[in-house]
T-cell receptor, first 113, second 112 residues
Framework: EAQVTQNPRYLITVTGKKLTVTCSQN?????MSWYRQDPGLGLRQIYY???????DKGDVPEGYKVSRKEKRNFPLILESPSPNQTSLYFC????????????FGPGTRLTVT | KNEVEQSPQNLTAQEGEFITINCSYS?????LHWLQQHPGGGIVSLFM???GKKKHGRLIATINIQEKHSSLHITASHPRDSAVYIC??????????????FGTGTLLAVQP
């Protein structure tokens, strides 16, 4: 089954404790992206990747890191999480960046206390 | 002003009604997406269009590039259509071609 998976689905952590949210797709997609969703603000792009070893900042990259060492995986790293990073996070992938349907992961609800 | 505006923000309908959700954008685009997010959070892509009209079951999406406007129609609405509907555009200039810009969504509740 074609899908995007994220882990964990739910995470409660404390300020400053490094964490990684994993994202994996099995569709051989070139393009992957991370979004955060906050009430009243909608979805905002954090980082995206056009291909292996090619990543770029989205609209809200501060406090986040990503890597794309393999085509299928695109982990989101919070080196020192802060409460303002409490949010619902979605990973997505598509065949190419432009003009292709996006497939979303199930979401990761992160709470930073 | 947001680059992508949706209206209405909230919509309550009776089962069977015809529903229209609107999306206006202020940038040049290469594609527009309609997404559906059910309670519980999962996001599903409904349509991607760059011109004209697309239909899938009871859902119809239209776009007018000159007017920078798109509509999502639901015919014979059903309570299972209750969800947040999100419009997103991909720009056609520079780095914007690699990113989606989202509207804040329309919360639809269809009552039986």
């Amino acid at each position: 089954e074609a899908q995007v998976t994220q882990n964990p689905r739910y995470l409660i952590t404390v300020t400053g404790k490094k964490l990684t949210v994993t994202c994996s797709q099995n569709m051989n997609h070139e393009y992957m992206s991370w979004y955060r969703q906050d009430p009243g603000l909608g979805l905002r792009q954090i980082y995206y990747s056009m291909n292996v070893e090619v990543t770029d900042k989205g609209d809200v990259p501060e406090g986040y890191k990503v890597s794309r060492k393999e085509k299928r995986n695109f982990p989101l790293i919070l080196e020192s999480p802060s409460p303002n990073q409490t949010s619902l996070y979605f990973c997505a992938s598509s065949l190419w960046a432009g003009g292709h349907e996006q497939y979303f992961g199930p979401g990761t609800r992160l709470t930073v206390t | 002003k947001n680059e992508v505006e949706q209206s209405p923000q909230n919509l309550t309908a009776q089962e069977g009604e015809f529903i229209t959700i609107n999306c206006s954008y202020s940038v040049g685009i290469s594609a527009l997406h309609w997404l559906q997010q059910h309670p519980g959070g999962g996001i599903v892509s409904l349509f991607m269009l760059s011109s004209g009209k697309k239909k899938h079951g009871r859902l119809i999406a239209t776009i007018n590039i000159q007017e920078k406007h798109s509509s999502l129609h639901i015919t014979a609405s059903h309570p299972r259509d209750s969800a947040v509907y999100i419009c997103a555009v991909r720009g056609n200039y520079g780095g914007a071609t690699n990113k989606l810009i989202f509207g804040t969504g329309t919360l639809l509740a269809v009552q039986p």
